[in-house]
């Protein structure tokens, strides 16, 4: 689990889609691209591509 904390010690977030605060970012892989199944050689990772996203965001 990954938490995405901005320089005065925050943690910042987006929200899924029932408006709760999505605080931690699987580093896992997935068989499915929605991220349900878990797998140690799977090719699909969500969170990461979405923390990219939230990290250049932050840095701007």
Request: aromatic share 8%; with cysteine.
């Amino acid at each position: 689990m990954i938490a995405l904390v901005d320089q005065e010690g925050n943690i910042r977030c987006r929200y899924n889609k029932d408006n709760m605060p999505i605080l931690y970012y699987s580093g896992l892989n997935y068989d499915d691209p929605e991220g349900k199944t878990p797998r140690l050689n799977g090719k699909y990772h969500p969170d990461r591509e979405i923390l990219i996203e939230d990290i250049k965001k932050l840095l701007k």
